[in-house]
């Protein structure tokens, strides 16, 4: 079991910058990719950016190419997301997430946090 805890999240205006953090705790001793969703009301969870163990390979979903940064602390067991040029279509409740290969489709992962609200304002 892993038990995942998201912080970070809150009220800010557009344009601005969030940096949201993720730590895992439990049976954190395998090497294991983490990745990040999101879900605003009435829409589908949507796939935002996951990494690979190492943290050397990202992948970002269309909507926050070059806006968005995923990194990770393994020493830390904590995965971050930087979210630079917020836009009000950014609002929504941040997942992190654990799975065995970074991936992009939600069912691919095992672990959920409970997630933490990010909402931006025009």
């Known amino acids: 079991q892993v038990q995942l805890v998201e912080s970070g999240g809150g009220l800010v205006q557009a344009g601005g910058s969030l940096r949201l953090s993720c730590a895992a705790s439990?049976?954190?001793?395998?090497?294991?990719?983490m990745g990040w969703f999101r879900q605003a009301p009435g829409k589908e969870r949507e796939f935002v950016a996951a990494t690979t163990w190492s943290g050397g390979v990202a992948y970002y979903g269309d909507s926050v190419k070059g806006r968005f940064t995923i990194s990770r602390d393994n020493a830390k067991n904590t995965v971050y997301l930087q979210m630079n040029s917020l836009k009000p279509e950014d609002t929504a409740v941040y997942y992190c997430a654990v799975a065995r290969f970074p991936g992009t489709i939600a069912t691919m992962y095992d672990y959920w946090g409970q997630g933490t609200q990010v909402t931006v304002s025009s």
């Open positions: 439990g049976r954190t001793d395998s090497r294991y990719a």
